[in-house]
Structures are given as C-alpha cells and as structure tokens.
C-alpha cells in the first residue's frame, strides 16, 4: 500500500521544516500540499494542489490532482486513492498572529476555522491519523485570546476521531521566521540561557525542526491511544 501525507501550512516556521523532512524521509511515498498558493519548490513526491482553504470541504481531490497532471504521472497516485489502496496521515500546522491578521475575529478564522476545515477534508479522504501543532498553554477556558482559541481548536478536532490525533505543544520556537514578532523575538532572548544550560524542559524555546521530527515521528509509530499532548518537554526528550 503507498503512504501519503498531506500538509498544510507549509509557509510557516515548523510547516516549511515538516515539508523538508517529509521529502528527505522515506516514510511516505507521495506528499500533497493543500495551501491557498504554490511554494518555489518541486519534487517527485511533492504535489501541491491550491485554492481557497476558506472552502476546502468542497474541493474534489480527484479534479484537483488531475487539473495537476501533467502526462498523466499522477495517475497511479489518483487511482491508488480512489481504490482506498492508502494510507493517509495528515499534517496541519496553519496559524498566524492577531496582527498579521489583523483582527481577533481573522485570527480566529485561521488558527480555528481553517484548521478545522482540513481536518474535516482529510477525514473524508480516508486520513487515519493526524498531526496538529498547537501551543503550550492552550486552554479553551483560558483569558489569553490566543491560548483559547488554541484550546478550543484541539477540542473540536477531537470530535472527528481519527485513529489517532497527535496534538503537539511546543514552547517558543526558534527558527529563521518569514515575518518579524516582536514579542517573541524578546522571549527568545531572555530565555537563551535555559537553552544553553539545559534547564527547565516544559518552558525553554525549541527549534523548528525538532517539532517536525517529532510529528513525523509519533505519525508513524504504533499507538495505543487515539489522543495523544505531546509537550514541549516531550519533543526536547525525543
């Protein structure tokens, strides 16, 4: 059976390192990118198909990897999911920041709508299990706007019941950011020693590629549970 993963939210920090690592692994055969442009990149696992996310419960997967298709090299890949002869692991790392945004209700839209609207369509294309990046201190009963709706994110995907959700809390994250955040760029430095001296696991900044290793790893392990946090600790332990 081929193994697929799809991804979204490949133009942020840990999305373009989980695109990096699925592509360099061997755990997958194919890759299809679901975001709302094409990124500068092609390989011969890499398929990027592209639209509005804003209606993704509507995209037909067939059209889209056919309207791709270039002499008929996606066929066997079209075929193999039409027969359900698949394994489908999801990967969603889609959020922003209130100011890139630009307002709470647009955040929301992102970080809460968005995320769930993936994970709905990757459930209808057979996806068994998925991976979805969060934030430490996420609470849907939190008075931080962001740590709700984060929160309140991680309870709605659990309605769905994939074989397994893996839903992973990192801390701050270090990394080479397309945008500037201020905030977190302070943090950042603040918090360089606990990195330097190994302290305090739960709380220290962890780098990009670290969740995505993470993530591909706890995918494609056997497990016996079908909801799984894996905190920031966990991920500086693996």
């Known amino acids: 059976m081929k193994k697929i993963a ?3 939210g490949t133009s942020g920090l840990i999305g373009m390192q989980l695109l990096h690592q699925l592509i360099k692994g ?7 990118s679901v975001g709302r442009r094409k990124l500068a990149l092609k390989h011969d696992k890499l398929v990027q198909i592209t639209g509005d ?5 509507s995209w037909n997967l067939e059209e889209k990897l056919r309207s791709e298709d270039i002499g008929g090299i996606y066929f066997p890949l079209v075929q193999a999911i039409k027969d359900q002869m698949v394994v489908i692991h999801a990967y969603c790392s889609l959020g922003t920041t209130i100011k890139a945004a630009g307002s709470k209700e647009k955040f929301y839209q992102v970080d809460h709508d968005l995320v769930i609207n993936f994970a709905s369509w990757v459930k209808k294309q057979g ?3 998925l991976m979805y990046v969060s934030s430490m201190g996420a609470d849907p009963m939190s008075s931080v706007f962001y740590s709700k709706v984060k929160g309140e994110t991680e309870e709605d995907l659990k309605v769905f019941s994939f074989d397994y959700l893996g839903i992973m809390q990192p801390s701050i994250l270090l990394g080479s950011r397309n945008e500037f955040r201020l905030g977190e760029e302070v943090a950042k430095i603040l918090m360089k020693p606990l990195v330097w001296f190994k302290l305090l696991k739960k709380y220290r900044p962890i780098h990009d590629y670290q969740v995505a290793k993470a993530m591909i790893h706890h995918a494609n392990e056997p497990k016996q549970v079908k909801v799984e946090v894996i905190s920031s600790a966990m991920i500086q332990d693996f």
């Open 26 to 32: 061997n755990e997958y055969d194919s890759i299809i």
């Open 127 to 129: 996806a068994t299990k």
């Open 6 to 8: 799809f991804i979204s």
């Open 53 to 57: 996310l804003a209606g993704l419960k």
